[in-house]
């Protein structure tokens, strides 16, 4: 009995394989009659246009290669034009830009302002006995023989041309019981009959002071001033020293007017003189073996 189902199952099964491949078949044969185009030839073929053949022209080049368009095109042939645009109309050109002339120099600067110093200067002191300072004796230097004098209070020096009158020492203390000493000796100038003060450790100058001035524009000018006003003309016009200044080491300068310019007042501060040496970058030849050892 069992043998008898499985041969109708077997059966059915085959029925069904059978049914599939049929189905399968009839369905790619209807996809490739569709895929299957029938294209046709048209009844006018395509016709040929003529091309015409196109006409040389000699070029006539000049010897000396592209010339300019016209006066205001300033460009040849490989020279990448420039536009310029104009900011306050907006509009565009190819006429460059009216060149600003440079401004015109000063003209002068301040080298240095030299005073000269009092020809006796107080160097120092040896106190041999602190409470008489009378006893005490001085170093004092004379600038023009460029020696040493001794002296002590009451001693007149006839070479050096003083006497000196006095020596006091005063001794402060601050706050924190720092001393601070200000020693002053009081001589008499025998040129001029005056009583001059000299402080120990302060450099005493003569009341008057030379100004020197130089040019960047003329390296031979030169000019020394010791007193205000003064006029004086330099290579780029006529100036005036209107002040002296030792606090800030500056002078204050007029330059006239020159033909439309105006008048021009500056503060001069003391400037070094331009080098006429370009700044080298090379390395001397001994160092140049360790200069390429420290790259590895």
């Not at 016709?47 to 010897?63: F, G, K, Y």
């Not at 042939?77 to 002339?101: H, W």
């Not at 006497?163 to 008499?188: G, M, P, Q, W």
Request: a negative charge.
């Amino acid at each position: 009995m069992n043998k008898i189902y499985d041969k109708l199952i077997l059966a059915v099964a085959a029925l069904i394989l059978a049914g599939g491949v049929a189905l399968y078949l009839k369905q790619a044969g209807v996809s490739s009659q569709a895929a299957t185009v029938n294209v046709q030839t048209a009844d006018n073929p395509y016709q040929l246009v003529p091309v015409q053949a196109s006409e040389s022209t000699d070029a006539n080049w000049p010897e000396a290669g592209a010339q300019p368009a016209g006066p205001k095109w300033i460009y040849d042939v490989f020279t990448p034009p420039k536009i310029y645009v104009d900011l306050n109309t907006g509009e565009f050109s190819a006429d460059p830009p009216v060149k600003v002339a440079p401004p015109v120099p000063f003209g002068i600067y301040l080298a240095d302002l030299e005073r000269k110093p009092y020809r006796i200067q107080l160097e120092g002191y040896i106190e041999e006995d602190l409470s008489d300072s009378s006893k005490t004796l001085l170093l004092l230097f004379d600038e023009e023989a460029q020696k040493q004098v001794r002296a002590r209070p009451g001693d007149e020096k006839a070479q050096a041309e003083f006497k000196l009158l006095s020596f006091d020492i005063d001794r402060k203390r601050d706050a924190d019981y720092n001393v601070e000493v200000i020693a002053k000796a009081t001589i008499l100038d025998q040129r001029t009959g005056e009583e001059v003060v000299l402080t120990h450790g302060v450099r005493r100058f003569d009341s008057g002071v030379t100004v020197k001035l130089r040019s960047e524009q003329d390296a031979s000018f030169s000019k020394e001033l010791s007193e205000v006003p003064a006029e004086f003309t330099g290579p780029s016009g006529d100036y005036t020293l209107l002040e002296i200044n030792l606090e800030e080491s500056s002078v204050t300068v007029e330059k006239h007017a020159v033909g439309d310019e105006e008048p021009e007042v500056r503060v001069l501060q003391i400037q070094p003189a331009p080098s006429s040496k370009p700044p080298t970058n090379t390395i001397p030849a001994q160092d140049q073996s360790d200069a390429f050892d420290l790259m590895f």
